[in-house]
């Protein structure tokens, strides 16, 4: 089958990136005196000694739960829209949107903890001009990673993106394998867990409110 003819299903998992979700909001409940809409601010209380590091931690579940709520919706709405066109060739198909839920954390995760760290807005463009923008171009959507030379191609492979466009791809087209599904969905989840636990930490480095 022709990389062009599979593109349907790699966008599937791309739309696990949807870069304002993930990488504005908890830079934005992590600062103080950052701007948010009223019905967006959540309220700052003094927490009882010892526990501010408990509540910076639910502000890193809240908001992965937030991300996934929001990827979640818009494949469960992408799945339907490709499967009526014909590009869904397997009932594994309905693997793909908890897929897609488990790349958008793993987006989600680490980038919300490099935004509690960050200082600025600023240090959010070499990251996503370097790493965001080619993770997207080369993550194997558009073209095979086997066109990439042998350097890139390796990177490719490292990337979550590349994992999630090869695990809805398969499970759309009905070419899954246990043991290649399992070992991206096992990636992602150790995606997840390095970034979850960075961004308890980082949370917790920053002064309460």
Do not use: K
Not at 55 to 71: F, I, K, P, S
Not at 78 to 90: D, E, N, P
């Amino acid at each position: 089958m022709a990389c062009g003819e599979t593109v349907p299903e790699g966008r599937l998992a791309v739309l696990a990136g949807p870069v304002r979700d993930i990488t504005g909001r908890p830079r934005q409940w992590s600062r103080p005196g950052r701007a948010l809409d009223r019905d967006q601010r959540p309220r700052r209380e003094p927490c009882p000694a010892g526990q501010c590091g408990q509540h910076r931690g639910d502000l890193v579940a809240g908001h992965q739960l937030y991300v996934a709520t929001r990827v979640g919706i818009a494949a469960a709405i992408y799945l339907c829209v490709i499967a009526g066109f014909g590009a869904v060739h397997s009932w594994l198909a309905v693997l793909a949107w908890p897929s897609v839920v488990l790349l958008g954390v793993a987006f989600s995760a680490p980038i919300s903890a490099f935004g509690a760290w960050a200082q600025s807005e600023g240090a959010f463009n070499p990251l996503f001009r370097f790493a965001i923008m080619p993770m997207f171009l080369f993550s194997g959507t558009f073209f095979p990673v086997t066109r990439l030379p042998q350097g890139v191609r390796d990177l490719a492979y490292a990337t979550p993106l590349w994992h999630g466009v090869a695990l809805c791809r398969s499970l759309s087209l009905g070419t899954a394998q246990l043991g290649a599904s399992a070992g991206h969905v096992a990636y992602l989840a150790v995606v997840i867990a390095l970034g979850v636990l960075a961004g308890n930490r980082t949370q917790r480095r920053r002064p309460p409110a």
